[in-house]
């Protein structure tokens, strides 16, 4: 059963799409819903209703559980990669960066995991994700991780998802001061060089505007979600691709536009 974050029964049948249906056709008031324990399959059935996976432990005395608390943000950042524009001081450091793609899952998910702790990545959705990374290539969904090297060091990165022509960002983190700035820049170039169309940033925070997404109401990012979804996706997000010099990057991509 999928319930609301009131304990208000949504769908019996553990139907992510119908679920997302009803929450947006009805102007649901939350952020999430309660499920059971993640699973692979739960996790990769959420995304592809346009909900971003997420967990929680509930303790009670010397008993806890851990839930599947999927999220259907209210509101939620979208933009097209092509429409990032690097900034002066990112095309300045960049020459001294490289960004990979799915070149150390298992590293990124650590590093984002120590950067931001569990409070949603807990040890099972973290498992699942593990789960769905290594097997991404024959799934729908491309459980996918960037990754920002300096000298042959990882110093930043992030993991996400591709569902046709989209990515969704999920978690980030960065060892090195300004690196985290280049990643998401890098991270841009690269998407719209593979024509990706849409961006899924999640909630709201102020680095995202300043890249320029657009804060979007439910009933009005879901169907772009989900055109996006629709789309053939690009193979290079199924592969590990070895890490290309971000100045490279910025100087061949459409986005080179100077703020």
Not at 70 to 90: A, E, G, N, Q, Y
Not at 161 to 169: K, L, R, T
Not at 200 to 213: F, N, T, V
Request: glycine share 6%; charged share 20%.
């Amino acid at each position: 059963m999928l319930f609301t974050e009131y304990g208000l029964v949504v769908d019996d049948t553990d139907d992510f799409r119908s679920c997302a249906d009803i929450l947006n056709d009805s102007d649901y008031p939350g952020d999430f819903i309660l499920a059971r324990p993640p699973t692979p399959k739960a996790v990769e059935e959420a995304a592809l209703a346009g909900f971003m996976p997420m967990s929680a432990r509930f303790d009670e005395g010397a008993e806890s559980i851990t839930l599947f608390t999927p999220k259907l943000h209210r509101v939620r950042c979208l933009i097209d990669p092509s429409d990032v524009r690097p900034t002066k001081t990112v095309l300045r450091t960049a020459k001294r960066y490289a960004l990979g793609l799915n070149l150390d899952f298992p590293a990124v998910l650590a590093g984002c995991f120590a950067k931001h702790g569990d409070g949603w990545l807990t040890p099972e959705l973290r498992a699942c994700f593990l789960e769905l990374a290594r097997s991404s290539a024959a799934r729908a969904v491309h459980w996918t991780s960037a990754e920002l090297y300096q000298d042959g060091r990882l110093v930043a990165g992030e993991i996400g998802y591709v569902i046709g022509s989209a990515w969704a960002s999920l978690s980030g983190y960065t060892t090195v001061s300004g690196a985290g700035t280049v990643q998401l820049y890098a991270l841009a170039a690269l998407l719209a060089k593979t024509g990706l169309r849409v961006w899924d940033l999640g909630m709201p925070i102020d680095y995202k505007l300043r890249l320029g997404a657009r804060i979007l109401e439910r009933k009005h990012y879901l169907p772009l979600l989900r055109d996006a979804y629709s789309a053939p996706v690009s193979a290079i997000f199924c592969v590990h691709q070895e890490p290309r010099p971000v100045a490279e990057l910025l100087a061949t991509s459409s986005i080179l536009q100077i703020l």
